[in-house]
């Protein structure tokens, strides 16, 4: 009897602590959150901001990849692979 290759198990991915309210690009660093977004979308800086996001409440596990942001071995396509998706983005 051959035993194939297992498929893989990832862990769920801790949530994001803020999320930038004009790209959307997140950040696990408290440190981030406040301050200008970093991320350079088309060659130009995003000129958003960081909000904070950092309750458990402003997060939904993504029930696609179950928090792990990997559908087999691949980034999950629902949440960007971040396992997460924002609870109620307009309210940020």
Do not use: F
Request: proline fraction near 8%; charged fraction near 20%; charge should be positive.
């Amino acid at each position: 009897m051959q035993v194939g290759p297992r498929p893989a198990t990832y862990a769920v991915k801790p949530h994001p602590l803020g999320v930038c309210k004009v790209c959307g690009g997140i950040t696990y660093r408290k440190e981030a959150v406040s301050q200008r977004c970093g991320r350079t979308p088309r060659g130009h800086r995003c000129s958003g901001i960081i909000a904070v996001a950092s309750r458990d409440a402003c997060w939904k596990q993504c029930s696609s990849c179950r928090g792990t942001g990997k559908l087999g071995t691949v980034p999950c396509t629902y949440c960007r692979g971040i396992g997460w998706n924002l609870a109620k983005p307009w309210s940020l």
